[in-house]
């Protein structure tokens, strides 16, 4: 009966178990991650009983939780990737959104643009077209800027998501390792039984975790995991676990990174973290975002830059040459922002570097990095990020400023203390998109002329004809003056094989240039390019004649005769070589130039030296003949000891026929260019004059000395200048309006108003303009007293002049007087030289210089900056003329080429605007559906995964309520064997009694 009992109370108590673990699944069946658990018995040892071996009922050995680890890792994998793609799909869906609408995307506004400007080449003398240009030109930036600005917005966004999923990965983590220390503790009080719902709870914090971020996780002892995130970094070992948060990056303040701290030590993890919502989003960063901001950058860049090349070759509605259409894109601001320090980099915080762009069309869309790597503070090497190929490596020279150019632009490496361990980020095109802007604000200002014209003389005997020219350099000396062809060409057929390029400024009497370009080659027939292109020359030019301090004065008759000088000291010129193959450099005998040597003395013995090709120019300028108010001798002017104003009889053989024989009274400059121009002596020297009534320009063509001599009255006189300009530049803030000649300014508001300009053998100086000035003549006087204040030395007075544009340039002009009966004033001018070195050939200046080239003199390609071609057929004394656009307001043939960048290929040498722009939504659009793509399909996979888990550890309430009848049954069956325990008990009890 004993045995009964307990057989029957065994089954009740394993039954009564197994039916409350059945109910507790049904009731869990809704219960997210719960995995279901089931009973196993065990039958209890049977005892030996009369000779057989009698069961003694059943044990619940165990409650197993249903639990496949490899289908669990399954599960969070597909969860991680899941929601990588996801991310990456949702965020870049909205920029493909972005770019690809009508409204707001590039397309339609380059399109709007160049219609607008097309239209304005076919009708260039209206304003209103050229409004328009304006106006659509405006209408770009906006698509610009706003594009750029969803981009930043769109950048802020994700720094804002990734700081809240470190925060939540921290707290997982965080949560992690309280539950390990928590199932440690219940699985060792349950002798190794592990708590089913403490481990679900684990899973689906694991399962949570890899929403985030791509995690390892790696079993302890048993009880306890360890979590690993990104390379291995642990963010739980056991109960311990480190925190994941965000920063401002190292080296771009305008994003966030992700950081790893263990203890006192922290790792910047953001390149190795994989996986869940955060490697979306970072996978977001690098595919789409930083692409599509750096192909946006590049696509703005290279429309300005060759937007502004253009435009600046020709001259606007006023005649003006053309200023940058867009905003300068090497803007002193704009080239420091594309360098971020490292926050790491050792102190002190002293580098300065910046970077240029050289060719926009030649820039990728990559970052770059500059390392310095060690082992010293010198070396230094250039990343591209993008494809992480090291571009240079290098070592800095030693002296600032040093530059390298890679990918279309140039780093310059300006000051500072640069050290092993440095790092730096270069953004060449991230940000340039939100930086485009106009520059030109008026229709007038927009440069669709072209500033030269040729023309055929009508006397032409021959069929020759001449294009209208192409301009592509306006830096040179020929178009560097304002509203002038400096000088007007003449081209002259000396045969039908051959002719010269002659100054035109007089057309009555052209004069070789400097250098000079005679008996050049035409093949008749075809077409010809009459002027020489860029072949790698290089042209050094000289500061030009000397102002004396004063004139050299002559003693009357019998004194001796006192020779002026040109005040040339002797310099010291070297010229060398330098193989292009082997690098190697050849230095030729330094030539020492002898004092007070004329310019045509030295240009002979330059041009005695390999490689070189010297030529020489005198040049004098004469302004304001003064005469004495109370008359008592003549006025008498010679030049080079010819005397220009005596009164010569009917059978004279000093000038030719149709010089002017009477000397005026007041003797004037036109009288005294005519006379120099006649005289006999002077055109075997090759001494010529041109006079606009106001200046007298002497010039002799061989770079001889011009010497001057006046004798008459004290107050007879005027002023001699060398003919060079100097300009002064901008360096404070522009006047609301252009400054004048004939108008006062009120510098009192706004400003600075400061002012720079260079003199050659003195340095750099500097001027601030304020007060008032009433008239143009007071403005003048008062730039001419803070030039005087400057510290610049001169001979003389001060020759300012503003020019249309409101640009303000200056020359020393020295005063030449009459000394009464008492003798004459002397002065000699020397001439200016313009030494042509061919390609690999350098000149150079051994210190200290004097005064006839620069210490470290700087070389200009030799070209004219524009060519036209002749075809046909010429013959001796065909002539044909170029000269500066006078009235180009009907004019657009700069604005066609303008209209025709629309479909060059100005990007990587294979594409225009349009197409890369189509490329980069193209690219952003292939991303987006790419991951799109992966997103669903990542979905099923984890859609089968999580079903798979469900099947195996997830509740199945059929077969639950099947197992809950069968355990129901063999509860009452044992309760039954408990009942015939009973009675058996009754029935022997009711025998005793």
């Known amino acids: 009966m004993g045995d009964i009992l307990s057989v029957g109370i065994s089954g009740l108590k394993a039954h009564q178990a197994a039916l409350t673990i059945t109910g507790n699944n049904i009731t869990n069946a809704g219960t997210e991650g719960y995995s279901r658990q089931e009973v196993s018995f065990s039958e209890n040892d049977s005892q030996f009983s009369a000779g057989v071996w009698v069961g003694s009922g059943v044990n619940v050995d165990s409650v197993r939780r249903v639990y496949d680890q490899f289908l669990t890792e399954q599960v969070r994998l597909d969860t991680s990737t899941f929601n990588e793609f996801n991310a990456l799909a949702v965020n870049a869906s909205q920029i493909d959104s972005l770019l690809a609408d009508a409204g707001t995307g590039l397309q339609p506004g380059l399109e709007n643009l160049f219609g607008a400007l097309q239209s304005s080449v076919d009708d260039p003398s209206s304003l209103a077209a050229r409004e328009v240009v304006i106006s659509e030109a405006n209408s770009l930036i906006d698509r610009f800027t706003t594009i750029s600005d969803r981009l930043n917005a769109q950048n802020d966004i994700i720094n804002g998501q990734m700081e809240v999923i470190a925060g939540e990965i921290t707290t997982i983590a965080e949560a992690i390792a309280e539950l390990n220390e928590q199932i440690s503790f219940a699985t060792a009080s349950a002798q190794g039984n592990e708590p089913s719902e403490m481990l679900d709870q684990r899973d689906r914090l694991l399962k949570q975790l890899s929403e985030y971020v791509e995690v390892n996780v790696v079993e302890q002892d048993g009880s306890s995991i360890n979590v690993f995130i990104g390379n291995g970094q642990s963010l739980v070992i056991g109960n311990d676990f480190n925190e994941v948060f965000t920063d401002i990056g190292a080296n771009d303040p305008s994003r966030v990174d992700i950081y790893f701290r263990k203890g006192n030590s922290v790792q910047n993890v953001t390149r190795e973290i994989t996986g869940g919502q955060l490697g979306g989003i970072l996978d977001f ?37 053309g200023e940058n259409f867009f905003e300068d894109i090497n803007d002193p601001l704009k080239t420091y922002e594309r360098v971020l320090g490292d926050r790491n980099n050792a102190q002190p915080n002293d580098r300065i570097m910046s970077v240029h762009i050289i060719d926009a069309g030649e820039l990728t869309t990559s970052d770059y990095e500059v390392e310095f790597p060690g082992p010293d503070d010198f070396t230094y090497r250039i990343k591209r990020l993008s494809d992480n190929k090291i571009l240079e490596t290098n070592s800095l020279s030693g002296g600032f400023p040093d530059s390298i150019e890679v990918d279309g632009f140039e780093i310059r490496f300006e000051s500072g203390s640069f050290q092993k361990g440095d790092n730096f980020l270069l953004t060449p095109t991230r940000n340039e998109a939100a930086k485009i802007d106009m520059n030109i604000t008026r ?375 009459a000394t009464g009966i ?172």
């Open 285 to 321: 960063r690098e595919q789409v975002l930083d692409p599509t901001m750096n192909g946006l950058g590049r696509i703005a860049l290279t429309i300005a830059q060759t937007m502004n090349d253009q435009h600046k070759l020709g001259i606007d509605y006023d005649g003006l040459k």
């Open 822 to 993: 008492n003798g004459s004033s002397k002065l000699t001018m020397g001439g200016q030289l313009k030494v042509v070195l061919d390609e690999n050939y350098s000149l150079s200046i051994a210190p200290p210089g004097n005064n006839l080239f620069d210490t470290d003199p700087v070389g200009e390609p030799v070209h004219f900056g524009f060519d036209v071609n002749v075809s046909g057929l010429a013959q001796a004394g065909d002539e044909f003329t170029i000269e500066f656009n006078t009235d180009g307001t009907s004019d657009s043939r700069n604005g066609s080429s303008m209209a025709a960048l629309q479909t060059e290929d100005s990007i990587s040498g294979n594409t225009s605007y349009t197409e890369a722009y189509a490329r980069l939504v193209e690219v952003v659009g292939s991303v987006t559906s790419r991951s799109q793509i992966n997103r669903d399909s990542a979905e099923v996979l984890l859609r089968n995964s999580q079903n798979a888990v469900d099947s195996n550890s997830g509740v199945n309430l059929d077969e639950e309520a099947a197992a809950l009848i069968k355990y129901e049954l063999a509860y009452n069956a044992s309760a039954q064997v408990i009942q015939v325990a009973r009675q058996i008990f009754d029935t022997l009890i009711s025998t005793f009694r």
């Open 443 to 817: 229709a007038e200002q927009l440069a669709l002329a072209s500033p030269i014209v040729t023309d055929a003389a009508i006397g032409n005997r021959g069929s020759g004809e001449i294009t209208q020219g192409e301009v592509y350099d306006t830096n040179t000396t020929y178009l560097m003056n304002e509203g002038e062809l400096d000088p007007p060409l003449i081209i002259r057929f000396t045969s039908p094989t051959t002719y010269d390029v002659l100054d035109n400024t007089d057309p009555g009497n052209p004069i070789p240039l400097f250098p000079p370009l005679m008996n050049q080659t035409f093949v008749p027939g075809i077409s010809n390019s009459m002027l020489p292109a860029d072949e790698g020359k290089t042209a050094f030019t000289s500061f030009g004649g000397v102002l004396p301090t004063k004139p050299t004065y002559q003693a009357a008759s019998p004194a001796a005769i006192v020779d002026s000088v040109n005040g040339f000291f002797p310099e010291r010129i070297g010229i060398s070589y330098t193989n292009p193959t082997t690098g190697k450099v050849t230095t030729q005998p330094t030539l020492i130039t002898s004092l007070n040597a004329s310019a045509k003395e030295i240009a002979q013995a330059l041009s005695k030296r390999d490689g070189v090709e010297a030529s020489a120019r005198t040049t004098v300028e004469i302004t304001g003949i003064t005469n004495d108010p109370n008359p008592f001798q003549d006025m008498v002017i010679s030049v080079n000891g010819i005397v220009l104003t005596d009164t010569l009889g009917p059978n004279q053989t000093k000038y030719s026929s149709g010089y002017p024989e009477e000397v005026p009274d007041p003797i004037t400059l036109d009288f005294l260019a005519e006379r120099i121009n006649a005289n006999i002596d002077f055109q075997d020297q090759g001494l010529v004059a041109r006079s606009d009534g106001a200046k007298l320009t002497i010039i002799s063509l061989d770079g001889e000395d011009v010497n001057l001599e006046i004798t008459g009255d004290v107050g007879d006189g005027f002023s001699v200048g060398n003919g060079e300009y100097t300009d002064l530049r901008e360096t404070g803030n522009a006047t609301f309006t252009a400054l004048s000649e004939y108008e006062g300014y009120d510098f009192s508001e706004g400003g600075p108003y400061t002012y720079e300009f260079d003199v050659p053998g003195q340095g750099t100086f500097s001027i601030e303009m304020t007060g008032t000035y009433a008239t143009g003549d007071e403005l003048l006087d008062g730039i001419r007293t803070e030039l005087e204040n400057s510290g610049y030395v001169f001979s003389g007075n001060l020759d300012v002049g503003i020019n249309e544009r409101g640009k303000i340039s200056f020359t020393p002009r020295l005063e030449m007087n």
